[in-house]
């Protein structure tokens, strides 16, 4: 079987791999780095807290997605790349009417609450995680847990090449059609064409632009062990572990296609909430600032649409990384490649 | 005998209805334009200050739910801001509308009624159509008037006075409401309508929850103009029954005086 890919980024990559995996020849197109949303996100697998806002239908994939990241990772001998710790769902004391409001949404939705939402409060959790002592209660979320981002690119890329997908870089893919990808004025053809751009295929599918800026602080001390959503009624933050003592601390969500660098407002925003959550990041060090735009439809939810000969895989908006492998298995079940 | 016809027009607009509803804070776009397709509301407000022109295909989406679109000021601290935010509105969505906020403290995001005032005069003088979010003082609101909105149900006697004393001008409660009981006390106060956002987008099931509100304010605006009984000191029966003795009323009372 013969498959085009449009779109180089963190779904072009896994499809292809997957593809190839699974014997067939794979040819990706990729526009270049410069649109990539990817690297501007922390990685979270968060298929519980997501669900005080998204469907069932996203927590059943983000939960499908957190069985097949370590399985697909330890493929390439890098199941270490997904950690699952779980994660924190927490908010400072005056705060704690959004805890509440968030952890009930929660509830309400996902099918085994106890299981899911587990209260901690007080020297219970401090003990649990002591970079969380300065807030009275926490809930863990044992499903969750990260990809590291950075990494998982690198390896994605790697592992497509090994499996000997052919890489067609600098190439922006012009239209998909059924069975064709029209790249730099030709048109080629496949058993099957995949669109996985994210903005880039616009105007083709309804998606807009869900500007997200995150910062990279490097604060050796805190000791932070896992992800930890921080909720307040305007500004929810999320913080995260990297390796060698780096936190992501993120994300704006902003209705805009401005791909320009991280505002002084946002950068605010997110550093006083960084400080709020824990006075010792005030020493840290700001490393890093990224921009993404992400690509989203209407409802915020990835949508995979299959036709014949052609499927697309977008608007995977703020859940690329928690919906990817799992919108990737569909498609792979949808050309009879599972 | 048929009721008159009850329109709601602000600055001579006929307005489809008397519940407004914000549009931050939804789930998606799309489960906004559930909402306005359930509660059918006479406008919508939104903020333009953070996508800096960069968010056409959100508003594109907003346009495509049908009310009217209002940008409001939400976040600016200081007149400049608010003109310059009410300005870059006005190119962005082609309106002279504006739902003017002046937020005074950050934390409760109470508006600054001074800067409010200061910043009113000068858009109004800049042809705008300019709807004021602040408190339910009766100064600030006869030098807002004749367009005023009031925050929260905390003081239903202030905001009573205040419909009272301002018959004329359109006043909308905005902000603080949680319940469609909320929205209909305000409706039944005789306030000209009702805004609210978080208390349909945060709710478990937004949609179903925008049909309430839409009752609710339906409710409160139908109970205002059908004349609401005064309230009494002692419950009134609302048949007489003359042949009970007036002491069958009062059991408490026999028993006590046993």
């Known amino acids: ?338 | 005998m048929a009721e008159d016809a009850d329109h709601f027009a602000i600055a001579g607009r006929r307005l489809a209805s008397r519940l407004l509803l914000g549009t931050s804070r939804y789930p998606s776009p799309a489960a906004l334009a559930d909402c306005v397709a359930r509660a059918g509301p006479g406008l919508l407000t939104v903020s333009v200050r953070r996508s800096a022109g960069g968010g056409n295909a959100f508003y594109e989406l907003l346009k495509e739910a049908g009310p009217p679109l209002v940008p409001n000021t939400a976040g600016c601290r200081t007149v400049a801001e608010a003109c310059r935010t009410a300005s870059m509105a006005r190119e962005l969505l082609g309106t002279n509308w504006v739902k003017l906020e002046l937020i005074g403290d950050d934390e409760t995001q109470a508006p600054d009624p001074f800067a409010l005032v200061e910043a009113a005069e000068q858009l109004l003088r800049e042809d705008y159509v300019v709807l004021a979010y602040c408190t339910e003082d009766l100064a600030l609101c006869t030098r807002l008037a004749p367009i005023g909105s009031g925050q929260g149900l905390n003081h239903p006697e202030r905001l009573a006075l205040l419909r009272q004393r301002l018959a004329g001008s359109v006043l909308v409660v905005d902000a603080g409401i949680g319940r469609p009981s909320d929205a209909a006390a305000a409706m039944e106060l005789g306030y000209d309508a009702v805004l609210l956002n978080t208390a349909v987008a945060l709710a478990r099931e937004p949609a179903p929850m925008a049909a309430a509100f839409r009752a609710a304010v339906d409710a409160g605006r139908t109970a205002y103009r059908a004349g609401i009984m005064p309230r009494h000191d002692m419950a009134q029966p609302s048949t007489l029954a003359p042949d009970i003795p007036v002491e069958r009323y009062h059991p408490h009372k026999e028993t006590q005086t046993q």
């Open chain 1, 1 to 338: 079987m013969r498959i085009g890919i449009a779109g180089g980024g963190l779904i072009g990559r896994l499809l292809a791999w997957r593809c190839a995996a699974a014997g067939a020849e794979v040819e990706v197109f990729d526009a270049g780095a410069a649109g990539r949303c990817a690297p501007a996100a922390a990685g979270m697998l968060a298929p519980v807290a997501e669900l005080a806002r998204a469907s069932r239908a996203l927590h059943a994939r983000g939960m499908e997605s957190c069985r097949l990241w370590p399985r697909w990772l330890a493929e390439e001998d890098a199941a270490g790349l997904c950690v699952q710790r779980g994660a924190w769902l927490t908010a400072h004391g005056r705060d704690r009417g959004e805890l509440e409001r968030v952890a009930d949404a929660i509830a309400a939705k996902v099918p085994d609450p106890d299981e899911h939402l587990i209260g901690y409060a007080g020297k219970e959790l401090a003990e649990m995680e002591p970079a969380l002592a300065g807030f009275e209660r926490a809930y863990l979320l044992p499903a969750e847990g990260q990809v590291l981002v950075d990494e998982v690119l690198e390896l994605l890329g790697g592992a497509a090449a090994r499996a000997g997908v052919s890489w067609r870089d600098g190439a922006a893919v012009e239209e998909v059609g059924p069975g064709r990808l029209r790249a730099a004025g030709t048109d080629k053809r496949y058993d099957w064409a995949c669109d996985c751009r994210g903005l880039g295929a616009r105007p083709a599918q309804q998606l807009r632009a869900v500007r997200g800026e995150c910062l990279h602080v490097h604060c050796p001390g805190l000791g932070l062990r896992r992800p930890t959503h921080v909720l307040h009624p305007r500004q929810p933050v999320y913080i995260v572990p990297r390796p060698a003592d780096v936190y992501v601390v993120g994300a704006t969500e902003i209705e805009s296609d401005d791909p320009g660098p991280v505002t002084v407002r946002s950068a605010l925003e997110l550093l006083g909430a960084a400080y709020a959550f824990n006075p010792l990041l005030a020493e840290g060090r700001v490393v890093d600032a990224r921009v993404g735009l992400r690509p989203a439809l209407p409802d915020n939810e990835p949508a995979l649409r299959v036709g014949d000969g052609e499927l697309a895989l977008s608007g995977m908006h703020r859940h690329g990384y928690l919906a990817g492998p799992a919108c990737v298995s569909e498609a792979l079940a949808a050309m009879g490649l599972a």
